[in-house]
């Protein structure tokens, strides 16, 4: 089997909707085969035409080119010929069937087995009997059982006729393997790829100009769609996903320009000036130096913020380099010429920790903050709104609650979206709505590599915070058992110093993850843990409840903190130096190395105690990774080669990408061919206007024309 990274990311293919038809109708006039039922059912996965089809990318290829090697039993299926000695109908009880064949092949005799379900309205095994009768001739596929002679029994999943033409899609090539959903099977899967491969009129007007295709020694979109689906070596295939894979970039990567040109494009009817009436008492109450680094960013962005045009910027830097400090700088900067700034975060615990930092940075200035989450009651909600509408907040922290549509700036020219990992495209513009031009920073403390960096934020210039302070502790990182773990926090609150001990919610069990973290933080409490003073806190608290827990945390009226990782960002307790992360190998290692940094706050040494037993092998690098290293670039640029980037962007970016069969780590060397081949069309044909350029240029309306707050070619 051929390795399909990510390749079947679903999104809907270019010009292919807005039709009257129901699915079912247009789907039985489109396809053989497919009546109402199947309409609906490949309506549901995206299929509603033979252009769905094409575009509906094979997740996987197995080589089925020659038979199988029956002298061992493989993992996965087994395809081989045979000649049919004997076969018989099995009643196992009233509702089960079972058909036994003997088949000879080379010097071997195995057994097949089909199970079906009897009806008395027809005859499951009607088909069967018709074909696999003495003397047949078969190709067989499915899956095998056998010892260490080899292959003794076979579960057939499809088996052909020699004689019938129809097996050349299914046996002796190199067949597709497609995502299902139920009542579709990969048998008919290939049918309607053959059907829409052969249809010419599915084809659409290939976007890529011949010159491009020519200069990049590229197929044609007709020779790509139909040997993605069809290939007849895997030295073609490889072409096809290539030339797939590039397309599906370029188009983004002229998408990300033509929105960067947009924002530029526009005029900013304000300006800022340093003033330094708040900056300057801010800097000289820091109580520490700024580092080259953060020097460097703050110059970037207040010379950004100066443009006639409204900024947006992406900030990288590891846990611990100081974002904050330098997005406060930006935020006083426009407080000081008189505007409205927000600051957005994707917690309600992250927000309570930047209004705690930005009172102690900002005592005795006077700047009105002021914080905005769902967790205000109506009353206090009503109040926080009005003295926002009435310009009475200068600088407002929130949650997607600063998102919703009664919430008014009158003043608000500046943003920060803090932990952008957790947003997404649309969360950035409707923020950017609340105001006509808006300053835009996004932070994100998950170091992002280069190649997605221009893939999920080519609109964004980008500022690197690539080095730590000289105080800035790092936390050592230990793959051991639990007994050594707990023991080193019992050892650590024995010296006054305070712990977590962190559980994993995965979204798909969480109910079951928090009864798991719930019944561990009672064993803990009761059993290892029994003298010293546990709290437990997750994310289905109430939010009074979670800040009251913290605040006690804070000021060390508990010892031990059990957390589900919604401590993962915002939690600043200096005098935490010992983490335990139970089950670490559920977690990515972007959130692993985000735990790890809720420790070494100040300046006590600090340890990390992961807790696993790992299954797999990218779970063991995951593991083995941190365990070396505390560079979140590092990080980062493994995180993406092990899990692919829509894991590594976490669920809030997941489906913004419309990418489909390119794999931004595999095709990294693409990306910057797309984007150079792009800024240099637009060099010529600015707004793709010539001919050539007239099927590119649909195709990007289609994909991107209504998204982010649309994206226009006039």
Known sequence: MVPAGDYTKSTPPPQSRGRGDLPETALSRAFRGVGPKRGRQLALMGILTPQDMLYNFPRDWSDRSSGSDLSKVPEGPVVF?????????????????????????GDRKIDLVWFKHLSFRYDAFAAIKKDVTTGADLWIVGKAEGDLLGVREVRVDEYYLLSDPRKALHVGRIVPVYGLTEGITQH?????????????AAVPADPLPPALLHKRGLLSLKQALSAVHFPRSFAELEAARTRLAYEELLLLEFAWIFKRRQTRGLAKNFSYEIKRHLLTPFREGLGFELTRAQKRVINELFEDLRQPFPMTRLLQGDVGSGKTVVALSALLLAVENGYQAAFMVPTEILADQHMTTLSQFLKGLPVRCAMLTSRLSKGDRDKTVEKIRAGEVDIIVGTHALLESDVQFPKLKFAVIDEQHRFGVRQRTTLRQKSALLDLLVMTATPIPRTLALALYGDLDVSTLDEMPPDKTTAQTFHAPEEESLAAVKAEAAKGHQAYVVYPIIEESANLDLQSAKAEYERLRTGPLKDLRVALIHGAMPGRTKAKIMAEFGKREWDVLVATPVIEVGIDVPNATVMVVQNADRFGMASLHQLRGRIGRGRLPSVCYL????????????????VATCDGFRIGEEDLKIRGPGEFMGTAQHGELTLKIADLHRHAELLAQARSDAEEMLKTDPRLLATENGPLRDRILSLYGDTWNRIDLA
Do not use: C, W, Y
């Open 188 to 200: 008919l899967m290939r049918e309607l790829a053959h059907q829409a491969v052969s249809a010419a």
């Open 611 to 626: 807790v696993a037993d790992p299954k797999t092998e990218d779970a063991r690098r995951r593991l083995e990774t941190l």
């Open 81 to 105: 010929q045979g000649r049919i000695l004997s076969g018989r109908l099995i009643r196992a009880n009233p509702r089960l069937g079972i058909f036994k064949a003997r088949v000879a092949t």
